[in-house]
């Protein structure tokens, strides 16, 4: 199974960016798909990301910002990110929890780099 993140950049403050994460592999299901961040010096936080019931979760610092949305046809979620500020700044890293054939647990993308500019 792999996740492969792709829509960072550079962007100026007060614009927006569209991330892309794909999941593919051997995918039996999955139940959980979300995106997390992690700034230099600071711990990696959830941005946003759809829980195993379907619901979603959003970090307050995103909220009205941000929308993360899926293609389950397509084993994608996105996330649109507006209004960016110079705190957005990160490396964005998409996680799911996948079913195989003979295994469930969580994945990781390699990440991709958001870089806001004033």
């Known amino acids: 199974v792999q996740l492969v993140e792709s829509g960072g950049g550079l962007v100026q403050a007060g614009g927006s960016l569209r991330l892309s994460c794909a999941a593919s592999?051997?995918?039996?299901?999955?139940?959980?798909m979300g995106w997390y961040r992690q700034a230099p010096g600071k711990q990696r936080e959830l941005v946003a990301a759809?829980?195993?019931?379907?619901?979603?979760n959003y970090a307050d610092s995103v909220k009205g910002r941000c929308t993360i949305s899926r293609d389950n046809a397509k084993n994608t979620v996105y996330l649109q990110m507006n209004s960016l500020k110079l705190e957005d700044a990160a490396v964005y890293y998409c996680?799911?929890?996948?079913?195989?054939?003979?295994?469930?647990?969580?994945?990781w993308g390699e990440g991709t780099q958001v870089t806001v500019s004033s």
């Open positions: 759809f829980t195993r019931s379907g619901s979603t």
């Open positions: 592999g051997s995918i039996v299901s999955i139940n959980a």
């Open positions: 996680n799911a929890e996948i079913v195989t054939n003979r295994y469930r647990g969580l994945y």
